[in-house]
């Protein structure tokens, strides 16, 4: 909203410049305002999209990274600060979030709280789902490892029925698009000859 009411007051200017008044040209103003914010509302979208992309391509490898260590003995909580200090590199946007989730804990928040913050941060399909399992593990005693285990199958399962559902929307969208455009010049290259031969045929016969 800042940026059009930026935008807004710098068409303002320039109509007071150009002709003699801030609302000599009010539809100008209007739809110069319009524009950015349209504009504006669809960079932020593109943005999130993007990030919700680089986020999803890394929480395979963060479940990995977290059955690693759970499988190995580390607590829950040793687990999210090994990733948040040393994991940078391998998963840098959820190291960063599970940064700011450790910074909460350290602040005194109650993990279920801190865990439910950190799933709305991530904002990807599982993340609630992720939370939920360790707020069972911490408060009800379910043993982690063999839980995350399972979740990462099912997970995985997912992941791969999205992939072929997503393959089967492409290949309609192929068929779609050869229908559309490559039909037609066959029709013409298969068809042309003998309609020419028809019509010469006729020609002949007329004469």
């Not at 940026?3 to 303002?12: E, Y």
């Not at 539809?27 to 999130?48: C, F, S």
């Amino acid at each position: 909203m800042g940026a059009t009411g930026g935008v807004a007051l710098a068409a303002m200017l320039v109509s007071r410049v150009v002709w003699g008044g801030f609302f000599a040209q009010p539809l100008l103003i209007v739809i110069v305002a319009g524009l950015t914010y349209v504009g504006a509302k669809q960079a932020i979208l593109l943005l999130a999209a993007r990030r919700a992309r680089a986020i999803m391509a890394e929480f395979p490898f963060l479940l990995d990274l977290m059955l690693m260590m759970l499988e190995s003995g580390v607590s829950l909580d040793q687990c999210f600060r090994s990733i948040a200090r040393d994991e940078a590199i391998a998963v840098p946007h959820h190291a960063r979030l599970i940064a700011m989730l450790v910074a909460d804990l350290e602040r005194g928040m109650r993990y279920d709280l801190a865990l439910d913050r950190w799933a709305a941060r991530v904002a990807v399909s599982g993340a609630r789902e992720l939370a939920a399992l360790f707020r069972q593990a911490l408060f009800q005693g379910v043993e982690l490892a063999p839980a995350l285990r399972e979740f990462v199958r099912e997970f995985t399962q997912r992941r791969v029925m999205r992939a072929r559902e997503a393959m089967g929307g492409i290949t309609v969208r192929m068929v779609v698009l050869m229908i559309l455009f490559f039909m037609p010049a066959l029709f013409v290259v298969l068809g042309g000859p003998p309609v020419v031969a028809i019509f010469d045929t006729l020609r002949g016969i007329s004469r």
